[in-house]
């Protein structure tokens, strides 16, 4: 299937063909994006139509003809390579390891409720820690590169407990020829240097959580008693990224409906000497003040653009940055589990909570529902396993004409869950905004190779 779609770039409109399963990227002339619309029965828009219907019918043949010769060499329109597809849940290879149920901010958007999973600020003991490294490596089979994030609430404040599990992981993977790679999110409150400096040499990634300019931030991010803190966690934050250096990280941050604008908060944070930068749209529900609603998706759409100009020149000197809805592989692209399933909740991944329960993923974790099993006894619940294999972009009807299938892997399967009643259902915001991301990641990877 093509997609078609424009893109604007120093006030001069690009045109661009996707094939959606070969992968290819044609950038073409007006002419031939107004053809290939009506070739494959996309609307053209009233003003499209009529400068296709002005077109004299031998230009239309040529350019049909040189379109027919591309679907012939299978650049365009190319066939599904594969037309089924369930996930393994044979092997586990990453855990979530929910650390303490428990979290010194307060920030307003939050899905976990003040960091507690509605819990009782559960702490995970040494205990429970050794023995979810245990099963992960009695269930990872073949799979000889493990993953361990540690999550929270806000993983610092049991960081006597992330020690003794990383040492322990260590000491066990070396005994069976298996490798451990440690991520850590914090807001970084407790950031100091002693725990900057054992992060940097035990953590393969480091997530740190600021929303952007202070005025953002300190809006919907606060400590317990309403104080704000993004002095302190800007601060902190910088002080990790200066002793990183290129060792992986990323500042993740969230934008809701109080902050369209959100490219500021972008560029904000590049300018504070970040580099490597994910700005996420909130999830909430329906009635939360914070929420993005169907009217706000334009002014969202508009500001990827706005952003996306800034990204292409920024990226051409010394404020060079990655954003991460922005990174694209035309070359190889995700891999064939990524492309179909997306993030391996359920199946190769899943999330134990501070006492030791396990769920599909980080989002689940305290829904009964979704319980697999817990570490003591190990993972019972196959029949839930299962389901998650099948949840696979191949069965998904919404997911069928969308052109950017292969790079969403059907979406979370917890917003779906969330918003359709079903993790087989869909989120339609995200599915738009993905769509948008994808078709600006596209034209950027054009105009950086040209």
Not at 83 to 110: G, P, Q, V
């Amino acid at each position: 299937m093509v997609h078609t779609f424009r893109y604007t770039h120093n006030g001069k409109p690009l045109y661009f063909l996707w094939d959606i399963e070969s992968g290819s990227l044609l950038n073409v002339d007006y002419v031939a994006f107004l053809c290939a619309k009506n070739k494959y029965a996309i609307d053209l828009t009233p003003d499209e139509l009529s400068d296709y219907n002005a077109l004299d019918d031998a230009i239309k043949s040529e350019v049909c003809g040189e379109i027919d010769e591309l679907e012939q060499e299978g650049v365009l329109n190319a066939k599904p390579q594969i037309t089924a597809f369930n996930k393994s849940y044979k092997y586990l290879k990453a855990m979530c390891l929910h650390i303490c149920h428990d979290c010194n901010m307060r920030c307003e958007y939050c899905f976990a409720h003040d960091g507690t999973y509605d819990t009782a600020r559960d702490y995970m003991s040494l205990e429970v820690g050794k023995k979810a490294i245990d099963l992960l490596l009695k269930e990872c089979g073949i799979k000889k590169n493990l993953e361990v994030d540690f999550f929270g609430g806000e993983p610092l404040l049991n960081l006597d407990v992330v020690k003794g599990i990383v040492e322990y992981a260590k000491a066990e993977a070396e005994k069976v020829g298996k490798r451990f790679s440690f991520t850590m999110t914090t807001n970084c409150l407790l950031l100091n240097d002693d725990n900057i400096a054992w992060l940097n040499e035990e953590m393969d990634n480091v997530v740190l959580s600021i929303d952007g300019r202070k005025c953002v931030h300190d809006a919907v991010r606060k400590s317990p008693t309403g104080n704000p803190n993004y002095d302190v966690v800007l601060k902190n934050a910088i002080a990790f990224r200066k002793v990183r250096g290129d060792k992986k990280y990323y500042v993740r941050g969230t934008f809701t409906a109080k902050n369209l604008d959100f490219c500021k908060d972008i560029l904000d944070l590049n300018d504070k000497g970040f580099d490597q930068i994910s700005i996420e749209p909130v999830v909430l529900p329906e009635d939360h003040p914070l929420v993005i609603k169907e009217e706000h998706l334009k002014a969202i759409m508009d500001e990827y653009d706005n952003l996306a100009e800034h990204y292409i020149e920024r990226r051409k000197g010394e404020k060079w940055f990655n954003f991460f809805h922005y990174m694209i592989d035309l070359d190889h692209g995700p891999c064939v589990n990524k492309r179909l399933t997306g993030c391996g909740a359920g199946t190769e991944y899943v999330a134990v909570s501070p006492l030791g329960d396990i769920y599909p993923c980080h989002q689940f974790v305290g829904e009964e529902e979704y319980l697999l099993g817990n570490v003591y006894d190990g993972i019972s619940n196959d029949q839930m396993r299962a389901r998650f294999a099948k949840n696979t972009v191949l069965a998904k009807e919404h997911c069928t004409d969308c052109p950017a299938k292969y790079y969403c892997g059907g979406g979370c399967a917890a917003n779906a869950k969330n918003f359709a009643g079903k993790i087989e259902g869909q989120f339609e915001q995200a599915c738009i905004l993905t769509r948008k991301r994808l078709e600006n990641s596209l034209a950027i990877a054009y105009l950086e190779r040209n």
